[in-house]
């Protein structure tokens, strides 16, 4: 397995405003649910002492491994746990921990997981497709979109992709499959720009593939549910004034994430710090493109 911490190109997205809006005390304990290169766990371990912790998790055992190295300096005590962060709840209090100051949620990919051909998502470079990020998960994209039958796949690229054509792509899918299996992304991708007829990128800004391979990247890592799962979660973790920051990429994260915290606020359990999600400078976008879409939303533990 290919470790690559010297190429560590990923940038923490919303780093200053994250530093600024959370507090965290030199004894205090963090959870970066998604430590990916561990950009966000560098930035707040540093601010922790020898009593501070932070749980670390990803589900990518080539992050964690990478993440690792880059913040095996830190004073603080680090536990690297290779999960899913639905399970949040069980990793933290099976190490006698009860309450945390701050969970950090930074959802997504890296852009490394992108080009990573075990993991199989890009349209851009032909790879074999797949898009389990973990392994552990039966069901890869390959046999959905081989298997699944013409009515769900088109359900599946309109509910997780938006994508208003999904009738025609998952017709187009179905008519090449039974020429042969669809393996490759690369493959996948033309059968979208062909059901969509526009060959390549050029008369649109994003890729024709993009709803799609979005839709099948959330189904095939279950990745609103377990979302889902981490907001449950994370109100009983919280201690009194502590935070929760979540960085979303997509509208549909975002929306779980605003329903969460209002419901919440309702209930009189969290008070909302964002009223509208925080979102990167021009001069941070100019920067690293990753954050273009990124929607930050912060709720504190009453
Ligand atoms: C955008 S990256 C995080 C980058 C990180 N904040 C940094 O500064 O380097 C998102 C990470 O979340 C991980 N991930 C996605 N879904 C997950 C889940 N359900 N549980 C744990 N990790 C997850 C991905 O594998 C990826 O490494």
């Known amino acids: 397995m290919e470790v690559n911490s010297s190429k560590v190109e990923h940038i923490p997205v919303l780093a200053r405003t994250l530093l600024e809006q959370v507090n965290l005390p030199r004894d205090g304990v963090m959870v970066d649910a998604t430590i990916g290169h561990g950009g966000h766990s560098l930035l707040f371990g540093k601010t922790l002492g020898p009593n501070g912790v932070i749980f670390a998790l990803d589900v990518d055992k080539k992050s964690i491994q990478g993440a690792q190295i880059r913040t095996k300096d830190l004073a603080c005590k680090v ?15 099976q190490k006698g921990v009860e309450k945390v100051d701050f969970i950090l949620a930074d959802l997504g990919l890296c852009s490394s997981q992108l080009t990573d051909t ?10 074999p497709l797949d898009m389990r990020i973990d392994k552990r998960i039966k069901t890869s994209a390959a046999d959905i979109v081989n298997k699944a039958d013409q009515k769900s796949l088109a359900d599946l690229i309109y ?10 792509i998952a017709r187009f899918i179905v008519r090449q499959r039974r020429q042969r299996p669809i393996t490759t992304t690369g493959q996948l991708a033309a059968i979208v720009c062909r059901a969509l007829g526009r060959p390549g990128q050029k008369r649109s800004r994003i890729h024709p593939a993009t709803r799609t391979f979005q839709a099948l990247r959330i189904a095939v890592n279950n990745e609103l549910e377990n979302l889902e799962r981490l907001l449950e979660s994370a109100s009983d973790l919280l201690a009194k004034k502590g935070r929760i920051a979540v960085i979303s990429y997509h509208s549909l994260e ?17 008070k909302i710090i964002t009223k509208k999600p925080i979102v990167p400078s021009r001069e941070e976008i100019a920067e690293n493109q990753r954050a273009r879409s990124a929607k930050l939303r912060i709720a504190e533990r009453k």
């Open 159 to 168: 509910k997780f992709g938006q994508e208003r054509a999904s009738r025609r």
């Open 79 to 93: 536990f690297y746990i290779c999960g899913n962060f639905s399970q949040i709840g069980e990793f933290v209090r």
């Open 254 to 270: 975002d929306r779980l994430v605003k329903n969460n915290f209002k419901a919440n606020e309702k209930a009189g359990i969290y």
């Open 118 to 127: 075990d993991i199989g998502l890009s349209f851009q470079t032909d790879m």
